[in-house]
């Protein structure tokens, strides 16, 4: 697939845009977004942290640490979480735009479940509360773009109930919350989200327009139903 919209972007060149992993997978599992974003003439980071030994508290100040410089943010699952709330946290970050990759930002219903096992919850580990609650509604200055898969393929819908369509592991409506700037629901699982054309297609755009450009989700950007 070509990357639609690019050609028009204005002053990608060398942009620096860091990577954010989601839970349980290193931050290795982002080089394939970092070539994406490599060929389009940004400059991608990987970040890498510890989310269940560590948990939120000592990570999202070390993100912090690494956002103080003019940066963009492509973040998958877990990685969303923390980039919004880290900005909660640090508003005045200069922090542009925020791409999230399958995050559930309204709370996630599989770690819900997950959460309610002994086993589970240790496999969440100190990131259990975020997963579970999500974050508030967004009023930050970076505009915030999320791109959802609704390919049912992943572990997570053994652990909780959907309601509509999923990736496997998080709900396209656990992935909506008032603020942002645009969303999007494309055929792919959660972790294909990792390797989807057309989720880096989008990324990119969004990176450089602030939103997706096209009716891909008939649901209003904000919506939470």
Same mark, same amino acid.
């Given at each position: 697939?070509?990357?639609?919209?690019?050609?028009?972007?204005?002053?990608?060149?060398?942009?620096?845009?860091?990577?954010?992993?989601?839970?349980?997978?290193?931050?290795?599992?982002?080089?394939?977004?970092?070539?994406?974003?490599?060929?389009?003439?940004? /400059?991608?980071?990987?970040?890498?942290?510890?989310?269940?030994?560590?948990?939120?508290?000592?990570?999202?100040?070390?993100?912090?640490?690494?956002?103080?410089?003019?940066?963009?943010?492509?973040?998958?699952?877990?990685?969303?979480?923390?980039?919004?709330?880290?900005?909660?946290?640090?508003?005045?970050?200069?922090?542009?735009?925020?791409? #999230?990759?399958?995050?559930?930002?309204?709370?996630?219903?599989?770690?819900?479940?997950?959460?309610?096992? /002994?086993?589970?919850?240790?496999?969440?580990?100190?990131?259990?509360?975020?997963?579970?609650?999500? #974050?508030?509604?967004?009023?930050?200055?970076?505009?915030?773009?999320?791109?959802?898969?609704?390919?049912?393929?992943?572990?997570?819908?053994?652990?909780?109930?959907?309601?509509?369509?999923?990736?496997?592991?998080?709900?396209?409506?656990?992935?909506?919350?008032?603020?942002?700037?645009?969303?999007?629901?494309?055929?792919?699982?959660?972790?294909?989200?990792?390797?989807?054309?057309?989720?880096?297609?989008?990324?990119?755009?969004?990176?450089?327009?602030?939103?997706?450009?096209?009716?891909?989700?008939?649901?209003?950007?904000?919506?939470?139903?």
């Amino acid at each position: 697939m070509s990357l639609r919209g690019t050609a028009s972007i204005e002053g990608t060149a060398g942009r620096r845009v860091l990577l954010l992993p989601g839970l349980w997978l290193p931050r290795a599992s982002m080089r394939w977004h970092a070539h994406r974003l490599r060929q389009a003439g940004y /400059a991608p980071h990987l970040f890498g942290y510890a989310p269940v030994t560590r948990g939120p508290d000592a990570v999202i100040p070390a993100l912090a640490e690494a956002l103080r410089t003019p940066t963009d943010v492509v973040a998958h699952s877990l990685g969303g979480l923390l980039a919004l709330r880290t900005l909660q946290r640090y508003p005045d970050l200069p922090v542009g735009r925020v791409v #999230c990759l399958g995050s559930p930002l309204a709370g996630s219903a599989a770690a819900e479940g997950l959460a309610s096992r /002994a086993l589970g919850a240790a496999c969440l580990g100190r990131s259990a509360d975020l997963l579970r609650a999500g #974050c508030r509604d967004w009023h930050g200055r970076a505009q915030v773009g999320v791109v959802a898969g609704d390919r049912p393929m992943g572990l997570g819908q053994m652990f909780g109930q959907f309601p509509g369509p999923s990736d496997g592991t998080v709900a396209v409506t656990e992935t909506r919350l008032p603020g942002l700037s645009d969303h999007a629901v494309i055929p792919a699982s959660h972790s294909g989200l990792l390797f989807s054309d057309e989720a880096a297609q989008l990324a990119l755009q969004f990176l450089g327009e602030g939103r997706f450009g096209g009716p891909r989700d008939p649901s209003p950007p904000g919506a939470v139903a």
